[in-house]
């Protein structure tokens, strides 16, 4: 059984940095997809970014693209979003899921394990 949870979310300030982990337990981590996403409230989730799993290849969300950045230790089971030059419109709760196919890696509807989340502030 795989589980996903999240940590290093908060409050900051605009401008500022934050570091989110997800650490997987379960087997076979470097066989998935692993991705981020976020929810506002009212909003949709929304897809933030993935990365494949053997770490050589990304997706990302265009307005993150220059200020986050995803990656994975499968040495560790964990995958990273460090984010950079936080914007009040970057709030919201942020979630880690996996996936078993790349093709997949857009639709939050296709992924077979989540985590609890993990609440973003950015104050301007």
């Known amino acids: 059984q795989v589980q996903l949870v999240e940590s290093g979310g908060g409050l900051v300030q605009a401008g500022g940095s934050l570091r989110l982990s997800c650490a997987f337990s379960?087997?076979?981590?470097?066989?998935?997809?692993m991705g981020w996403f976020r929810q506002a409230p009212g909003k949709e989730r929304e897809f933030v970014y993935a990365i494949s799993g053997g770490g050589g290849s990304t997706s990302y969300l265009d307005s993150v693209k220059v200020r986050f950045t995803i990656s994975r230790d499968n040495a560790k089971n964990t995958v990273y979003l460090q984010m950079n030059s936080l914007k009040p419109e970057d709030t919201a709760v942020y979630y880690c899921?996996?996936?078993?196919?790349?093709?997949?890696?857009?639709?939050?509807?296709?992924?077979?394990?989540w985590g609890q989340g993990t609440q973003v502030t950015v104050s301007s």
């Open positions: 899921a996996a996936v078993g196919s790349w093709l997949s890696r857009l639709n939050p509807d296709a992924y077979d394990y």
């Open positions: 379960g087997r076979s981590f470097s066989s998935y997809v």
